[in-house]
């Protein structure tokens, strides 16, 4: 029987601070970054990528911490691991010592999340399956099995789970058949990063609407006036059907109530990246409502809670909703924000949680509180992975996409064997591969090139400062 053998990592980080892609109000200099491991097991044919993400310096930090989760799971059968995902999830992360460093927070859950994703994407690649058609293909009892939870019963308990799974299944099949034909809907950040000047931000803008996007975020946070300006720039070409490419598809009327969409249908988000306290967001983000926005990502620190229902609270009569996620350390913590009505929209990400097993816990209560999950995906590997799991969510759990978009970057894709792709309708399309697994291997060459401090790149980079 097959089994885990050791795992090795890879510490590979991207130059993006150099064209401002990624930077936001918070964080000012990005290298987008992948602390990246392969699961190897004693089957040569057969190896389990995973990764988190980070921008840069830490990186290396994470990567230490993947190789002490991994030990964990070295000389442990296949079978075994896959037969309860629950089980598996939990036995990783029950590491006494290790454990102590968290709990369930910080580095030690990001690389527990790179750790618990590569095995996920053994089981798939074991079955011959992409990771979401080996989930959405399991039965109630299986994906509830699979599922991280421990700290959640008193939101969703596993019968709850298991009825709400078996009331979605009858659909299934007409579901998937639905987004192999349309894609999964997608929204465009890299118009709107920061560091990008105003002639940037409307040449991307208009590329984004040709392409046939229809959801755009901006980052806000630093000036008022700079983020009205650039807000009023955004609006002015998506909401001009002169910009519409031949051929455009109106958006469902329904898919689109209550998101403050412009005369062609198209929506505009903005993301504070945490930068306010709370009574600065309230009287920031008002002052916004010129342009407006559907939603205020991340307006204050992602743990604090009650700051965020005040803040949904008081932007509520400005039909200004409120979204976060991207740093929610752990379930525990979408929890109490569905539990305390904080949030409009769940943003889960694919490696902040640690892996798979804690994503379907989120999706589960999601579903159950009714709350829409638009997942982050704003960063190296991010859209590859969060696709899987979007299909997940529509296929299997929610059995809705109509209100959700998936976040997307046009950056680094090239890097990976199975790269996501984009639709004409500006929609992600299936991935189909059925050697793929979870979509994050990359490219043996990229990981020679950009590993950090002795990738090709970085050597010569080096070399040229020390030279200056």
Partial sequence: ?????????????????????GTDAMNTECDYSSAYVILHTSDPSLTGQGMTFTIGRGNDIVC????????????????????????????MLADPQLRWLGPEK???????????????????????????????????????????????????????AISMLKSREAGKAEREAKVRELGYPAYVTSAGWLGYDDEKVARLTKEAVTAGFNHFKMKVGQNVEDDLRRGRIIRSIIDDPQYLPPGHVARDPASLVGKNAGPTGAVFMVDANQVWDVPQAIEYVKKLEEVKPWFIEEPTAPD???????????????????????????????????????????????????????????LLMAAKFGVPVCPHAGGVGLCEYVIHLSLIDYIAVSGTMERNVLEFVDHLHEHFIYPCSINSQGRYNVPNNAEEGYSIQMHDSSIAEYEWPNGSYWVKSNAEKANA
């Fill in 64 to 91: 230490i911490a993947i190789k002490e989760v991994a030990k964990r799971l070295v000389g442990k059968k296949l079978e075994d691991l896959f037969a309860n995902m629950g089980k598996t999830w939990d036995y």
């Fill in 304 to 362: 604090d809670i009650l700051g965020h229902a005040a803040i949904r609270k008081a932007l509520k009569p400005h039909g200004i909703g409120v979204a976060t996620g991207e740093h929610a350390h752990n379930r525990m913590v979408f929890k109490q924000l569905l539990q305390a009505e904080a949030i409009d929209v769940v943003q889960i990400d694919s490696c902040r949680l640690a892996g798979v097993s804690e994503v379907l816990a989120v």
């Fill in 106 to 160: 910080g580095v030690i859950h990001i690389a527990s999340g790179a750790v618990n994703n590569a095995v996920w994407d053994l089981y798939a690649k074991s079955r011959k399956k992409p990771l979401w058609k080996l989930v959405s293909d399991m039965s109630p009892e299986e994906i509830v099995n699979s599922t991280a939870f421990r700290y959640i019963s008193d939101a969703i308990t596993r019968e709850e």
């Fill in 1 to 21: 029987m097959t089994t885990i053998t050791g795992c090795e990592t890879r510490d590979v980080r991207f130059p993006t601070s150099l064209t401002g892609d």
